[in-house]
């Protein structure tokens, strides 16, 4: 089958964010054609240039979020007013707050309201496709204003009407932004429309170009989330005022809410994820939960090996944030000193942007000060307790050399989604203490220590627990390898995807029908090998219409890339 796989700042750029498992998975679908609809984030990761593609990768076609040049469109009147009344009744629900799908699922949501959400979206994509594209009209003052009469409405949330001027732009800007993908040229048959599943790889605007195909094409679509976009946009530090927060809450709580109600399927990555999709409004009974694939091999050598680490030793691994919370870490680290005076600790990670650098310093501070006597010189392992490390450097020279360093494993975030680094550190076999957060607890399933966020002392006592019983660590080590190696490989993945396709295209009428001599359609027309790369199906089912040999009347030619911002491979 063909699939149109969508992502948005993702694969197949080099930078992207979720362009490991969409790789891993696009390379285990040998058996499948795929279409890349990539949607950049920046110009710089566009410079980047993507990582290289598999044979069954047909084209790719790319559009860019981050800017979107005038394209010369002038409407008429008429255009003009239907632009006028899709955009004003897409930003008065908008203002109109109820129950947006971030608030608190779609229980206190009328379906008025979501009906109204949806027929002014594919309004305003409706009026791009017969039109042309939306980005002149979106950036118009006549956008501004009627934002500004729908935050001034009455029944208008009380945040939207106190939105000011700078607000009010900030928010056109926003909206500009989020609807750029109904502008695409995407929609039509030689795009996602020839396509037999649209499989968005997130949520938010990769999803939009899922719904759109689904609107004209009725492509079913397959919706990925292994992070909720909903749920990072409400932790996402801001400085906007409450106008702008409220709205863009709305936005993308509608947008979620939407995507959910369309797709024929919803994939979690975990079930900390998949609650808060059913608190946003998805249908229990279209979810399926399908854990994130990792590589077991780079682990294998350590998680088999039969000599332990370090016993005197943990380990932390990860980027550098606030989010991880080092801070309550060092603090328990010093009362393990005080039980188990020979521990060491040694944080392996880099920073993450200037906020993690920042933090980083801060954490080098407080490990001096909590450890005045051993802090002189440099962080290195054998003259302090704490040390701060990178990988590959001369002692840690990979990843999985990290895990290996020491005898216990520690996560102390405050805020996780899927905890990646978990379950590396559970295919490397070692004992893990970790913070009740996020997808912890279902991905340890009873092999690791669990103890609450922001309590040094619990993180202590489960960190000299584990210290001091090697039979203890031994056990629990070996069945979190077992664990991970069974739940969240690459292997599995690719199944559960490969199950997941299979069950939405046999769900799905066919779309393309062949009529015989007297105009009727005629049943079993269309092989099942109809979309394998090559050019000589549609021939052959005339031949069959007609009676004559089922047989190809060409070689098998690649599909070749359609240049709509394509970079060459």
């Known amino acids: 089958m063909r699939i149109g796989?969508?992502?948005?700042?993702?694969?197949?750029?080099?930078?992207?964010?979720?362009?490991?498992?969409?790789?891993?998975?696009?390379?285990?679908?040998?058996?499948h054609e795929f279409d890349i609809y990539a949607l950049s984030r920046s110009?710089?990761?566009?410079?980047?240039?993507?990582?290289?593609?598999?044979?069954?990768?047909?084209?790719?076609?790319?559009?860019?979020?981050?800017?979107a040049e005038d394209d010369g469109v002038v409407y008429g009147r008429r255009a003009r007013r239907r632009f006028a009344e899709c955009y004003g009744e897409l930003v008065a629900v908008l203002c109109a707050g109820g129950a947006t799908a971030g608030s608190g699922s779609s229980e206190g949501a009328s379906a008025t309201e979501a009906d109204r959400f949806a027929n002014a979206l594919y309004g305003l994509a409706d009026l791009a496709r017969e039109e042309g594209g939306l980005v002149g009209a979106l950036r118009s003052e006549a956008a501004v204003r009627a934002l500004e009469r729908a935050c001034r409405a009455r029944g208008a949330l009380r945040t939207a009407r106190e939105a000011r001027v700078p607000d009010l732009l900030a928010v056109a800007a926003h909206l500009e932004r989020a609807l750029r993908p109904l502008s695409?040229?995407?929609?039509?048959?030689?795009?996602?429309?020839?396509?037999?599943?649209?499989?968005?790889?997130?949520?938010?605007?990769?999803?939009?170009?899922?719904?759109?195909?689904?609107?004209?094409?009725?492509?079913?679509?397959?919706?990925?989330?292994?992070?909720?976009?909903?749920?990072?946009?409400?932790?996402?530090?801001?400085?906007?005022?409450?106008?702008?927060?409220?709205?863009?809450?709305?936005?993308?709580?509608?947008?979620?809410?939407?995507?959910?109600?369309?797709?024929a399927l919803v994939t979690p990555g975990n079930g900390h994820a998949r609650r808060w999709q059913e608190r946003c409004g998805a249908?229990?009974?279209?979810?399926?939960?399908v854990y994130p694939g990792m590589d077991a091999s780079r682990f294998a050598e350590v998680g088999e090996a039969q000599e332990s680490a370090d016993p005197d030793t943990l380990v932390w691994v990860g980027r550098?944030?606030?989010?991880?919370?080092?801070?309550?870490l060092l603090h328990a680290f010093a009362e393990v000193r005080k039980e188990q005076p020979k521990t060491r600790l040694?944080?392996?990670?880099?920073?993450?942007?200037?906020?993690?650098?920042?933090?980083?310093?801060?954490?080098?501070?407080?490990?001096?000060?909590?450890?005045?006597?051993?802090?002189?010189?440099?962080?290195?392992?054998?003259?302090?307790?704490?040390?701060?490390?990178?990988?590959?450097?001369?002692?840690i020279p990979a990843?999985?050399?990290?895990?290996?360093?020491?005898?216990?494993?520690?996560?102390?975030?405050?805020?996780?989604?899927?905890?990646?680094?978990?379950?590396?550190?559970?295919?490397?076999?070692?004992?893990?203490?970790?913070?009740?957060?996020?997808?912890?607890?279902?991905?340890?399933?009873?092999?690791?220590?669990?103890?609450p966020p922001r309590n040094p002392r619990a993180l202590a006592e489960a960190c000299v627990a584990l210290l001091r019983d090697p039979e203890r660590r031994a056990r629990l080590g070996a069945a979190a390898r077992a664990r991970a190696l069974e739940l969240f490989t690459v292997e599995q993945n690719i199944t559960a995807f490969h199950g997941i396709y299979l069950e939405i295209v046999s769900r799905t009428p066919v779309r393309r029908v062949v009529l015989d001599e007297a105009g009727e359609p005629?049943?079993?027309?269309?092989?099942?090998?109809?979309?394998?790369?090559?050019?000589w199906t549609d021939r052959n089912a005339r031949l069959v219409a007609r009676g004559g040999p089922a047989r190809p009347t060409a070689a098998p030619v690649r599909a070749t890339a359609v240049p709509t911002r394509e970079g060459a491979r």
């Open 5 to 31: 796989l969508i992502a948005e700042g993702g694969y197949p750029y080099v930078s992207g964010d979720a362009r490991l498992w969409c790789d891993r998975l696009v390379r285990g679908l040998g058996q």
């Open 43 to 67: 110009e710089r990761q566009e410079a980047e240039g993507w990582v290289p593609l598999p044979l069954q990768v047909s084209r790719v076609r790319t559009a860019p979020l981050w800017a």
């Open 184 to 263: 695409l040229d995407w929609y039509e048959d030689d795009g996602l429309g020839a396509a037999d599943l649209c499989h968005a790889t997130s949520g938010g605007s990769a999803a939009l170009p899922g719904l759109l195909a689904r609107h004209f094409c009725d492509v079913p679509l397959l919706l990925t989330e292994y992070g909720v976009r909903l749920r990072t946009h409400y932790l996402a530090p801001t400085e906007s005022s409450p106008a702008v927060r409220s709205l863009l809450a709305a936005l993308h709580g509608r947008f979620a809410a939407e995507a959910y109600t369309r797709a």
């Open 283 to 289: 249908d229990r009974e279209k979810q399926r939960t």
């Open 320 to 328: 550098i944030e606030p989010a991880k919370d080092l801070v309550s």
């Open 346 to 395: 040694r944080i392996v990670g880099a920073p993450s942007g200037t906020e993690g650098a920042a933090y980083l310093s801060h954490c080098r501070v407080l490990a001096a000060q909590l450890f005045p006597d051993e802090a002189e010189g440099p962080h290195t392992v054998g003259d302090n307790p704490v040390s701060f490390e990178e990988i590959g450097g001369p002692e």
């Open 399 to 451: 990843l999985a050399d990290a895990y290996a360093s020491g005898a216990v494993t520690v996560l102390s975030s405050v805020v996780e989604g899927f905890p990646i680094g978990l379950v590396e550190a559970m295919l490397c076999g070692r004992a893990t203490v970790s913070t009740d957060v996020g997808a912890v607890v279902e991905v340890i399933g009873g092999t690791g220590l669990v103890v």
């Open 522 to 535: 005629l049943p079993f027309a269309v092989p099942a090998e109809a979309h394998v790369p090559g050019r």
